[in-house]
């Protein structure tokens, strides 16, 4: 008799996948917006309220700073308390105190509150992307968690359209953009009443009565698309339903094993090089974007124009997306994440020789285009390298250690400016994509297999 996480791992990609993964999407794409508008408010504020690169650097270093530590406990978290439980909280958390930082009036209040947005937005990515790994088909489980990753893009193109139409128009346009970011206060509402509870998560705490109506609602989901078998269904015996705590058959129950640590000998190695690859993509990726349209008004460019410019070059990040999505089922998780990885250091290194109008938007849609890529592989290869016991906090950590250098690369930025303009800032993010490649080679492939 298959086992439930079994007859979830062999159903047809359905509706209920579907939802599920719109569902957390719309909470990612929320996130990604949030992200991406800070870039935006800089270049706006350092001409408005007359900030030097040293406060732009710690209002875009100080959000990060709380999704380092949002990242880590919500992981935690996550394993103890559950899946959705995390993700509706994070998504209140960030939301209204998004909402609350348009109402800044100073630099002081406006870095405490995106201290407290960085909680929530650290806690629920690791977390979204977990739970829908969790749930999707084992044969195009990587594809799906590209296409939730796929969603940041485009929350960062709703980024860049609020950027360009609504910040530049008042002196108080930076404050109607951030004000947006209360929406994910209502969404946490969808999430906490409207998405399911990890069937994993629950099994491991004893809860099998739920887990087994969940696997049943994916089940009905899969007859639903029409005529042709569906054996997973016709194996799942009416004995398997339990009449109290404890399961009926001793094939439902899938007992917990000892709880061990991420740096166990068995996992220690694919741990490091995990936390080498989160660290390298963070550093080159939050170093570039968060300051790409200042950078561009310190070359010369108008706010509009700037704001033009990184439009177009984050739509560059949704074929990049769709490429790794395609790829990573083809060639496998770790090819997919090297190639991308390496492809994003040839780009990073472009961009910081580019000069003109032309060659600064080629570069960067390769930046991102090849970036977003390896950023949607990675999420993909994050939740399969644990079992479901440290699976939460696994990820949690991993993206917790790479947020200490999305901390650092924003405060980086104006130091390598001075020493050695925008060839520099670009040549170190090059290197650290090289580093990142060099570890993701050493990740265990993980495509087609059962989550441990």
């Known amino acids: 008799m298959p086992t439930r996480t079994q007859r979830l791992d062999e159903l047809p990609f359905t509706g209920k996948h579907g939802r599920l993964l ?37 209002i875009g270093s100080i959000g990060f700073a709380g999704m380092a530590i949002g990242a880590s406990v919500g992981g935690l978290l996550a394993d103890r308390i559950g899946r959705r439980q995390v993700f509706a909280t994070t998504l209140l958390v960030y939301g209204l105190a998004t909402g609350a930082a348009a109402l800044s009036t100073s630099v002081a209040m406006l870095i405490a509150l995106r201290f407290v947005v960085g909680l929530g937005l650290g806690a629920e990515l690791p977390v979204a992307s977990t739970l829908v790994s969790e749930f999707a088909p084992r044969k195009i489980r990587g594809r799906v968690v590209v296409a939730l990753e796929a969603f940041w893009a485009v929350g960062w193109i709703l980024a860049a359209l609020i950027g360009y139409f609504v910040v530049p128009l008042t002196d108080d346009g930076w404050r109607w953009a951030l004000a947006v970011g209360l ?26 009565a739920e887990a087994e109506a969940v696997v049943r609602e994916y089940e009905l989901s899969a007859t639903r698309r029409g005529p042709g078998p569906h054996p997973q269904v016709a194996e799942a015996p009416e004995a398997e339903v339990p009449d109290g705590d404890e399961p009926a058959a001793p094939v439902a129950a899938q007992e917990p094993g000892p709880r061990v640590s991420i740096w166990a000998p068995a996992l220690r190695a694919r741990t490091a090089a995990l936390w080498i690859v989160w660290f390298g993509i963070n550093l080159s990726y939050y170093g570039a974007f968060i ?35 395609w790829l990573i089922e083809v060639w496998g998780r770790r090819a997919t994440l090297s190639v991308f990885l390496a492809g994003s250091a040839v780009a990073a290194g472009l961009f910081g020789l580019a000069e003109t109008p032309g060659t600064i938007v080629a570069a960067g849609m390769a930046l991102s285009f090849f970036n977003l890529g390896a950023w949607g592989a990675l999420y993909a290869i994050g939740p399969e390298m644990y079992p479901t016991a440290l699976r939460g906090s696994g990820t949690g950590a991993a993206a917790s250690f790479g947020r200490l250098a999305s901390i650092i690369a924003p405060l980086l930025v104006p130091f390598l400016l001075d020493s050695g303009g925008n060839a520099l800032v670009f040549g170190v993010f090059a290197a650290s994509f090289v580093v990142a490649a060099c570890a993701a080679v050493t990740l265990p492939e993980k495509a087609g297999t059962v989550l441990e």
């Open 22 to 58: 719109a569902g957390s999407g719309a909470g990612w794409a929320l996130d990604a917006m949030d992200v991406g508008l800070i870039s935006f408010v800089m270049a706006a504020l350092a001409v408005q309220w007359d900030l030097s690169s040293t406060q732009l650097s710690w």
């Open 183 to 208: 929406v994910p206060a209502a969404y946490a509402l969808v999430v906490r009443f409207g998405m399911p509870e990890s069937v994993r998560f629950l099994e491991s705490k004893g809860r099998y």
């Open 291 to 325: 300051w790409l349209p200042s950078l561009l008004v310190a070359q010369g460019f108008d706010l509009v124009t700037s704001f033009g410019y990184t439009l177009i070059i984050t739509l560059a990040q949704l074929p990049g997306y769709a490429v790794a999505a």
